[in-house]
């Protein structure tokens, strides 16, 4: 079973040293989004949080010696499900940013952790359990 | 620019009528992992809360007209972008559930949101901002 994405856009960002996780972020880029989805972002506001789904495009290609890591900064292997690590059975990445602003099709965030030209597949509102 | 997903595995669950949203779900069901990727879930523990990423295989083609939606339960129009309906142009899920057990390369959670069936594509521990 095959399943199919195109991106919806593409992150934008000119510093030098992506931070590790958007945990720890407080870098600042842009999301260019596809002219064909502006109205889709008609009541994404300045303020809230976003959950940004996008593709790890140069991860190298995913094989079994990838199943338990070891990641940086801690000393110890986990399983490739316990971890945030870009080398995934499918390269599937989730941040949660913070909206700046937006203009037409471009939305400045806070908070990346993205390389520039990372392509975007979908963004959510960020919701916490009730 | 086309990118390809695999499942990693599917969502078994036999409640008839799935929650709304993961948010307000106590639903209890498996995510049942392809044999080849069971050493990855060897640190996923009773207790904690995982995201899945999955695949709404279910929703119709995304045409412009799903570009603004009605959600169920709110009467105002929202863009697709700041609402959780499975019609997305790329109809990517993601859902935060708790796990309740693993054994082998099956999964008992609670919380669910996504129906019998449902593809996987990913897993990763839940984070918030340190």
Not at 18 to 45: K, M
Not at 46 to 57: D, E, N, P, S, T
Not at 78 to 102: K, Q, T, Y
Request: include cysteine; glycine fraction near 8%.
């Amino acid at each position: 079973m095959k399943i199919e994405f195109s991106p919806i856009g593409f992150v934008r960002m000119d510093i030098e040293r992506v931070p590790r996780h958007w945990t720890i972020s407080d870098a600042e880029g842009t999301i260019v989004i596809d002219e064909q989805f502006r109205e889709g972002l008609r009541d994404i506001q300045a303020g809230q949080r976003i959950v940004v789904l996008f593709y790890f495009h140069q991860s190298p290609c995913f094989t079994k010696d990838f199943l338990v890591q070891v990641p940086p900064q801690r000393a110890e292997h986990l399983g490739v499900f316990s971890i945030c690590s870009p080398i995934r059975p499918n390269p599937l990445g989730m941040s949660v940013v913070e909206v700046l602003g937006v203009e037409g099709s471009i939305i400045r965030i806070k908070g990346l952790d993205m390389m520039d030209g990372t392509p975007v597949l979908d963004m959510k509102p960020y919701r916490e359990r009730e």
